[in-house]
């Protein structure tokens, strides 16, 4: 690259000051990002210090004589990496010398000894182990690469990187660097772009260059993305000078300088790459946000920045500090941003899907629970029993998750919400639909997708808008159900992949033994129930393929002649579309025989996500979107009222979920119309992952996070308002201890008794298979809170 193809001293943007461009690159950022910082939890991984290159600025490469050891063995690389497991991380990055085997015999050597024919195989090794082993992503950053390089190491590194620098073609920084060449840097972009590999690149800010070369390399990264979209991140570094190095004496970047150039980066890359710069290498890394960032990049909480040591990491919790002062949220993230997750049939290797997705949460960024994150093997059961068929082995996380019994993390205060006068309560686009809820708008389903995207002090505003509506509603006052559950068989012709209760003949060894209750068995167990207290029998099962529609009437007739009072709950949208089915009887004629014998409601479930691009997903061969609509709606007509359930977690994203909740609202408003029975209560279903057939198949997420979940729960309170006035909390799936969050954001239910409940266990959930009143109580008392046992239509029952 010559001077003249380097951006010209009249750029508009040369004229420009350091307050005007900050100032439009920060409302540019905020137009397409909002309010949200991400940053990616991280260890370094520094596989060797040897180095081709002598840059006059780095303290990083060294020669054989002054390291321990030429690269870091198989053991201290997993050493490593499992500590970052141990700690929340999700990235491992491999920082490591430009082919040090081209400059040295001894690393040559030691790499031919040990089966690696170059640096850049063994790094490909490396990947893989980390990969295999904790779980971690691996990013790769080895420098100026061929195309048949990137690709050895593209099917087990997410994402990989490598900073321009600079296309000035003469810096004394580069002397005696053979891969720092422009040509050699941008050849290695392109090839990335033309292999689909998410990249990661940059500039290095004050080694000698002129603010019109910094603006030539953002617009030469801008025109190769263009080109391929594979740019997914942009780092402008700023140089500080190091002892030991050439350039010891040079000054360091300036602070106005550095900020000038971040703010011309953000308005000279496209909005679909992201913007980040280190904060460990600025004092005031606060005013970074202010110059148009919207990522932080790596922050390890276990090693130092290899790189820059003498310039340690801010703590986690001072970078939230920081970040919220400026009127941001901060999150985690993956090696690959969700924009790239979404294309992963495009973007990441086959192998490479998975793991990605067992580390995300809903919008395809990093899972935020604290706690261990390992990669989760399974081996059968030696019992089955009622619950799952597999059972964990090897590393156990510790992260939240729905169906566990590990500790959720606090998000919602223990006491009683202050009530914060709106004009303090903050910015941005979630307080600006909590402003318009409270004001008494109906958000809409974008509306809906920003409140479920809340982050950091964001969620404790969405729940206390979402309590302080519980509250006008239905009051302080705790209610629950005494209910038997019967699940009267687990044979099913449908193949729902995400269920791990339904058996059928072709998976016999590996899923269980099916089993048929008998209208005598079911009856009995109905009385059992009457007899301890229950005053509702729930009824679910598979689709035996022996079924007409016939036998959920006769199984409704058997518990009404067994206990005339018990409230029959029973058979979703698929049994009693599939029962009218194979008799070729019209749906409401069906349910109006189920009702004269005795059916006076149905259950939500069968729902799943109300959205067909889900559903062909998650159960392909079941009732579409409209046909569960349509069975409750003909179910209302008849005065059978019913539920709203959500199953979330598994492989939906937020507008998914906002879907789910803004058709079930439409056909509230209906029954509303009408003046008919509708929709008691909606109930969260957080997906349990554990034995579920989908995940073990390594084709979906580990269920939602505790953030993820809380948020559900809150937003069906703003969603649905006065139309659904109950909200459900799962204690089977979520827990006791995450259940009372729940109910200080914005719920109010805590469902039933359960007794033989065998769905939640046969999917992994190691929550009690029942609860008592007596254990409802003292679970209110710790909330203080008063609590009343209720029917099914949520009438009361006397003490």
Same mark, same amino acid.
């Given at each position: 690259?010559?001077?003249?193809?380097?951006?010209?001293?009249?750029?508009?943007?040369?004229?420009?000051?350091?307050?005007?461009?900050?100032?439009?690159?920060?409302?540019?950022?905020?137009?397409?990002?909002?309010?949200?910082?991400?940053?990616?939890?991280?260890?370094?991984?520094?596989?060797?210090?040897?180095?081709?290159?002598?840059?006059?600025?780095?303290?990083?490469?060294?020669?054989?004589?002054?390291?321990?050891?030429?690269?870091?063995?198989?053991?201290?690389?997993?050493?490593?990496?499992?500590?970052?497991?141990?700690?929340?991380?999700?990235?491992?990055?491999?920082?490591?010398?430009?082919?040090?085997?081209?400059?040295?015999?001894?690393?040559?050597?030691?790499?031919?000894?040990?089966?690696?024919?170059?640096?850049?195989?063994?790094?490909?090794?490396?990947?893989?182990?980390?990969?295999?082993?904790?779980?971690?992503?691996?990013?790769?950053?080895?420098?100026?690469?061929?195309?048949?390089?990137?690709?050895?190491?593209?099917?087990?590194?997410?994402?990989?990187?490598?900073?321009?620098?600079?296309?000035?073609?003469?810096?004394?920084?580069?002397?005696?660097?053979?891969?720092?060449?422009?040509?050699?840097?941008?050849?290695?972009?392109?090839?990335?772009?033309?292999?689909?590999?998410?990249?990661?690149?940059?500039?290095?800010?004050?080694?000698?260059?002129?603010?019109?070369?910094?603006?030539?390399?953002?617009?030469?990264?801008?025109?190769?993305?263009?080109?391929?979209?594979?740019?997914?991140?942009?780092?402008?570094?700023?140089?500080?000078?190091?002892?030991?190095?050439?350039?010891?004496?040079?000054?360091?970047?300036?602070?106005?300088?550095?900020?000038?150039?971040?703010?011309?980066?953000?308005?000279?890359?496209?909005?679909?790459?992201?913007?980040?710069?280190?904060?460990?290498?600025?004092?005031?890394?606060?005013?970074?946000?202010?110059?148009?960032?919207?990522?932080?990049?790596?922050?390890?909480?276990?090693?130092?920045?290899?790189?820059?040591?003498?310039?340690?990491?801010?703590?986690?919790?001072?970078?939230?500090?920081?970040?919220?002062?400026?009127?941001?949220?901060?999150?985690?993230?993956? @090696?690959?941003?969700?924009?790239?997750?979404?294309?992963?049939?495009?973007?990441?290797?086959?192998?490479?899907?998975?793991?990605?997705?067992?580390?995300?949460?809903?919008?395809?960024?990093?899972?935020?629970?604290?706690?261990?994150?390992?990669?989760?093997?399974?081996?059968?059961?030696?019992?089955?029993?009622?619950?799952?068929?597999?059972?964990?082995?090897?590393?156990?996380?510790?992260?939240?998750?729905?169906?566990?019994?590990?500790?959720?993390?606090?998000?919602?205060?223990?006491?009683?919400?202050?009530?914060?006068?709106?004009?303090?309560?903050?910015?941005?686009?979630?307080?600006?639909?909590?402003?318009?809820?409270?004001?008494?708008?109906?958000?809409?389903?974008?509306?809906?997708? @920003?409140?479920?995207?809340?982050?950091?002090?964001?969620?404790?505003?969405?729940?206390?808008?979402?309590?302080?509506?519980?509250?006008?509603?239905?009051?302080?006052?705790?209610?629950?159900?005494?209910?038997?559950?019967?699940?009267?068989?687990?044979?099913?012709?449908?193949?729902?992949?995400?269920?791990?209760?339904?058996?059928?003949?072709?998976?016999?060894?590996?899923?269980?033994?099916?089993?048929?209750?008998?209208?005598?068995?079911?009856?009995?167990?109905?009385?059992?129930?009457?007899?301890?207290?229950?005053?509702?029998?729930?009824?679910?099962?598979?689709?035996?393929?022996?079924?007409?529609?016939?036998?959920?009437?006769?199984?409704?007739?058997?518990?009404?002649?067994?206990?005339?009072?018990?409230?029959?709950?029973?058979?979703?949208?698929?049994?009693?579309?599939?029962?009218?089915?194979?008799?070729?009887?019209?749906?409401?004629?069906?349910?109006?025989?189920?009702?004269?014998?005795?059916?006076?409601?149905?259950?939500?479930?069968?729902?799943?996500?109300?959205?067909?691009?889900?559903?062909?997903?998650?159960?392909?061969?079941?009732?579409?979107?409209?046909?569960?609509?349509?069975?409750?709606?003909?179910?209302?007509?008849?005065?059978?009222?019913?539920?709203?359930?959500?199953?979330?977690?598994?492989?939906?994203?937020?507008?998914?979920?906002?879907?789910?909740?803004?058709?079930?609202?439409?056909?509230?408003?209906?029954?509303?119309?009408?003046?008919?029975?509708?929709?008691?209560?909606?109930?969260?279903?957080?997906?349990?992952?554990?034995?579920?057939?989908?995940?073990?198949?390594?084709?979906?997420?580990?269920?939602?996070?505790?953030?993820?979940?809380?948020?559900?729960?809150?937003?069906?309170?703003?969603?649905?308002?006065?139309?659904?006035?109950?909200?459900?909390?799962?204690?089977?799936?979520?827990?006791?201890?995450?259940?009372?969050?729940?109910?200080?954001?914005?719920?109010?239910?805590?469902?039933?008794?359960?007794?033989?409940?065998?769905?939640?266990?046969?999917?992994?959930?190691?929550?009690?298979?029942?609860?008592?009143?007596?254990?409802?109580?003292?679970?209110?008392?710790?909330?203080?809170?008063?609590?009343?046992?209720?029917?099914?239509?949520?009438?009361?029952?006397?003490?």
């Amino acid at each position: 690259m010559t001077d003249t193809d380097r951006t010209s001293t009249d750029h508009p943007l040369l004229g420009e000051s350091l307050a005007d461009l900050m100032a439009l690159a920060a409302a540019r950022r905020d137009e397409t990002f909002g309010t949200r910082v991400t940053y990616s939890p991280k260890v370094f991984i520094p596989l060797t210090f040897l180095c081709n290159d002598t840059c006059g600025y780095c303290t990083f490469a060294q020669p054989p004589a002054r390291v321990d050891t030429l690269f870091l063995e198989p053991e201290d690389v997993l050493k490593i990496a499992r500590e970052g497991a141990r700690k929340g991380c999700h990235e491992a990055l491999f920082t490591l010398g430009e082919r040090p085997e081209d400059r040295y015999d001894v690393a040559r050597a030691w790499l031919t000894e040990r089966g690696y024919d170059s640096t850049v195989h063994y790094v490909a090794a490396m990947a893989e182990l980390v990969l295999r082993e904790t779980g971690l992503l691996p990013h790769a950053n080895a420098g100026a690469l061929t195309s048949d390089e990137l690709a050895r190491i593209r099917p087990f590194s997410p994402s990989q990187g490598m900073m321009i620098e600079s296309v000035h073609p003469d810096l004394e920084a580069h002397r005696n660097a053979p891969d720092k060449t422009p040509e050699r840097r941008l050849a290695t972009l392109e090839a990335a772009g033309e292999l689909s590999i998410p990249f990661t690149t940059g500039i290095l800010v004050g080694i000698g260059d002129t603010r019109a070369d910094r603006l030539a390399g953002l617009e030469a990264i801008a025109a190769s993305h263009s080109r391929h979209g594979h740019v997914q991140e942009v780092i402008v570094q700023n140089f500080l000078p190091k002892l030991q190095t050439r350039m010891k004496g040079v000054q360091a970047c300036p602070s106005d300088d550095y900020l000038w150039t971040l703010a011309a980066a953000r308005l000279i890359l496209p909005m679909d790459i992201h913007l980040q710069a280190p904060p460990n290498l600025s004092d005031d890394f606060g005013a970074l946000i202010d110059a148009g960032i919207d990522d932080w990049g790596g922050v390890s909480p276990v090693t130092a920045d290899h790189v820059n040591p003498e310039r340690p990491w801010p703590d986690l919790d001072r970078l939230r500090e920081v970040t919220e002062a400026r009127g941001h949220t901060l999150a985690p993230r993956l @090696t690959i941003y969700p924009e790239f997750v979404r294309d992963r049939v495009r973007w990441l290797d086959p192998s490479l899907h998975f793991p990605v997705m067992d580390r995300a949460d809903a919008e395809w960024l990093g899972r935020d629970d604290p706690g261990q994150f390992w990669p989760e093997k399974t081996t059968a059961a030696d019992t089955v029993a009622d619950g799952a068929e597999f059972v964990l082995v090897g590393h156990r996380s510790t992260a939240w998750y729905s169906g566990s019994d590990s500790a959720p993390p606090s998000l919602v205060p223990e006491v009683g919400w202050v009530q914060t006068p709106a004009d303090l309560r903050g910015h941005g686009p979630v307080h600006e639909v909590l402003a318009g809820i409270e004001a008494g708008q109906e958000p809409s389903v974008d509306e809906i997708v @920003t409140l479920l995207e809340a982050r950091g002090p964001e969620v404790a505003a969405v729940c206390e808008s979402a309590d302080r509506k519980r509250q006008e509603l239905v009051g302080d006052t705790l209610t629950w159900v005494a209910n038997r559950n019967i699940n009267y068989t687990n044979v099913c012709t449908f193949k729902c992949r995400f269920c791990g209760f339904s058996k059928g003949p072709l998976s016999l060894n590996l899923r269980g033994t099916p089993y048929l209750l008998t209208l005598d068995d079911i009856a009995e167990r109905a009385k059992e129930g009457w007899d301890v207290g229950a005053t509702e029998v729930t009824l679910q099962g598979g689709i035996h393929p022996d079924f007409d529609g016939d036998y959920y009437i006769d199984v409704t007739r058997a518990v009404k002649d067994a206990v005339p009072d018990m409230h029959v709950h029973g058979f979703t949208a698929l049994e009693v579309t599939e029962g009218a089915r194979r008799l070729g009887e019209d749906l409401a004629t069906y349910l109006q025989r189920l009702k004269d014998v005795g059916l006076a409601s149905l259950p939500g479930t069968a729902a799943e996500i109300l959205d067909d691009d889900i559903r062909a997903i998650l159960c392909p061969d079941k009732v579409n979107t409209e046909e569960w609509l349509e069975a409750h709606r003909a179910a209302h007509s008849i005065g059978l009222h019913s539920n709203v359930t959500m199953m979330f977690g598994a492989i939906e994203e937020p507008i998914h979920q906002a879907r789910h909740f803004v058709r079930t609202r439409d056909l509230q408003k209906e029954n509303v119309k009408l003046g008919q029975v509708g929709f008691t209560e909606f109930v969260g279903l957080p997906f349990v992952h554990m034995a579920s057939p989908i995940y073990l198949q390594r084709k979906a997420r580990r269920g939602p996070t505790f953030r993820e979940n809380l948020l559900i729960h809150a937003v069906a309170r703003l969603a649905y308002g006065e139309l659904i006035p109950n909200v459900q909390a799962s204690w089977v799936k979520i827990g006791l201890a995450g259940t009372a969050q729940m109910m200080r954001a914005g719920c109010n239910d805590l469902g039933g008794t359960l007794m033989d409940e065998n769905i939640s266990r046969a999917a992994g959930a190691s929550h009690g298979q029942a609860m008592t009143g007596e254990k409802f109580a003292e679970f209110a008392a710790s909330l203080g809170r008063p609590l009343e046992q209720r029917t099914t239509s949520y009438g009361r029952v006397p003490a």
